[in-house]
């Protein structure tokens, strides 16, 4: 069975930032493309950053663009989600998905596999 589990999440003023994990079990790492997608109350789902198994980056939108890093720890099964200057604009539940077609794409509907996902809430 495949599982994800996000962890990282918090309250952070603005400006802030954080780390967030996406730990895995029951496949390999290597043969999976992993994303980060977001989801502000009242607002779809949307997808920030993606990293393929052979390590290729994709970020989407605005909030992919200069603000968000990934990586990932093949020894450690984890993908990681650094957020830098976080805003209030930047408040949802964090969700990793993950795919084994090996491609990034910004869909949801491409991804099979998700976490519960973990909640970042930016506020002064």
């Known amino acids: 069975q495949l599982q994800l589990v996000e962890s990282g999440g918090g309250s952070v003023q603005p400006g802030g930032s954080l780390t967030l994990s996406c730990a895995f079990s029951g496949f390999t790492l290597n043969y999976d493309s992993i994303a980060w997608f977001r989801q502000a109350p009242g607002k779809e789902r949307e997808a920030i950053s993606c990293i393929t198994k052979s390590g290729g980056r994709a970020n989407w939108g605005h909030s992919g663009k200069g603000r968000f890093d990934i990586s990932r720890d093949n020894a450690k099964n984890t993908v990681y989600l650094q957020a830098y200057s976080l805003q209030s604009e930047d408040t949802g539940l964090y969700y990793c998905?993950?795919?084994?077609?090996?491609?990034?794409?910004?869909?949801?509907?491409?991804?099979?596999?998700w976490g519960q996902g973990t909640q970042v809430t930016v506020s002064s």
């Open positions: 998905a993950a795919t084994r077609s090996g491609r990034c794409v910004p869909n949801v509907n491409d991804y099979p596999y």
